[in-house]
């Protein structure tokens, strides 16, 4: 079994900073690409920023330059860093991690966690 677990989500006033991470724990063999979608109410949800295991990254578009992906593989960990933060930034932001698990190498699955909730006011 896989857990993925985030946290760091909370309230805070429009141009201000949260610090999001996200650890994957259990049958672990390798992660490949591990990331962070957001919804907000009565909207689909997107994607915000990825990251493989090389290091490379991709961000949605009105994130970037606020918004900074990074991992630590020797932790199972992703981390979001985003700053100046907006009010649209308000969703439940997900984490998810592309696992390969002992015993079934040759295959990925994605594994999600719950989500934890950031708020921003005006």
């Known amino acids: 079994q896989v857990q993925v677990v985030e946290s760091g989500g909370g309230l805070v006033q429009a141009g201000g900073s949260l610090r999001l991470s996200c650890a994957a724990s259990?049958?672990?063999?390798?992660?490949?690409?591990m990331g962070w979608y957001r919804q907000a109410p009565g909207k689909q949800r997107e994607l915000v920023a990825t990251?493989?295991?090389?290091?490379?990254?991709n961000y949605l578009d009105s994130v970037k330059g606020r918004f900074t992906i990074s991992r630590d593989n020797n932790k199972n960990t992703v981390y979001l860093q985003m700053n100046s933060l907006k009010p649209e930034d308000t969703a439940v932001y997900y984490c998810n991690a592309d696992v390969s698990r002992h015993g079934y190498q040759a295959i990925i699955n994605r594994y999600w966690g719950q989500g934890t909730q950031v708020t921003v006011s005006s």
């Open positions: 259990g049958s672990i063999f390798s992660i490949n690409a």
């Open positions: 990251i493989t295991s090389g290091g490379s990254t």
